[in-house]
């Protein structure tokens, strides 16, 4: 293949391979906590922290970083505590991170919202050497939470209350949660856009729901799913010049109708009719 012949492209491909991993990994705990659309408000949020990295002319991975980690924790706080619903806390996020993005980015030495737009979209051209390291660090994070608590962290997110009278911590584990969601966000901006990485957290999930049962095999195959998609799509962006995001969640959509057709009870009841045929009849009605 030729793409890898271009340091800009291996780059964008080890990119998309970590969001792969890490965003449905987190994802699949946010799908059984109904909060499917964290991701979005983080992602919001993030948009500050990246401006505000322009505004300081420091690295945006860094300040997207802080800055949606504590947005996330706020968020969490706000939900536990009860103050406010969990969907008005989203909705602060959702506004408040917009607005602070467009804001400080005005502020910004030769600021103006073209410089967002690699991040709201992602762009396989603009992966730097110098954001490999983090990413790499960062995703390395999501998937040692992930791999060490799944257990804890599927408990919590199924039912909270059985989770505390288990001896759980439950308060550190759902912060955690928001940390781990908040760097996931801050690893995948780069490669599928602020606006969608909240989709690529979910769809794989939601496909793999459809042809398995049980957390562990849902975890496994939304990762594989995840990393599919996101190679295909950095690659298909690469050949046909578009946003790799786009790309990448559309990608992701397909399957999930392929997986969604595939598991629909009408083809189920088909092959096992084939079965019964194959097997000269064995298992089919007779009629009466």
């Known amino acids: 293949m030729d793409l890898l012949n271009y340091a800009f492209m291996q780059r964008a491909l080890l990119a998309a391979l970590l ?10 705990f946010l799908v059984q906590r109904r909060q499917a659309i964290m991701g979005d408000g983080i992602g919001h949020v993030a948009l500050t922290g990246v401006a505000l990295g322009f505004l300081l002319q420091v690295s945006p991975v860094w300040t997207a970083v802080g800055v949606s980690v504590a947005g996330s924790l706020a968020m969490e706080l706000i939900r536990s505590y009860g103050k406010a ?10 506004y408040g991170g917009m607005a602070g993005g467009v804001m400080i980015i005005y502020l910004a030495p030769n600021g103006s919202n073209a410089n967002l737009a690699t991040y709201l979209f992602g762009s396989i051209s603009t992966v730097s050497p110098q954001d490999i390291p983090p990413m790499i660090a960062l995703a390395a994070f999501v998937l040692l939470v992930v791999v060490a608590l799944r257990r804890q962290l599927f408990a919590v997110c199924q039912d909270e209350e059985f989770a505390y009278v288990g001896g759980l911590p439950v308060r550190a584990l759902n912060l955690l949660l928001a940390v781990t969601a908040a760097v996931t966000v801050t690893v995948a901006m780069r490669a599928v856009g602020l606006l969608l990485v909240s989709a690529l957290m979910v769809i ?9 049962r049980g957390f562990a095999w849902t975890l ?15 690659v298909f962006s690469y050949y046909a010049d578009v946003p790799p995001g786009s790309s990448i969640v559309l990608a992701a959509l397909a399957l999930f109708l392929l997986f969604a057709a595939a598991g629909s009870p009408a083809l189920r009841r088909l092959g096992r009719m084939r079965r019964g045929w194959h097997n000269g009849g064995v298992g089919t009605r007779t009629p009466s």
């Open 19 to 28: 969001v792969g991993m890490t965003a449905p990994a987190v994802g699949v």
């Open 85 to 94: 619903r969990g969907d008005l806390a989203l909705a602060m996020l959702f």
């Open 204 to 212: 794989p999930v939601a496909a793999a729901q459809q042809v398995t």
């Open 220 to 234: 496994a195959v939304s990762v594989v799913i995840g990393v599919t998609v996101a190679l295909s799509g950095t």
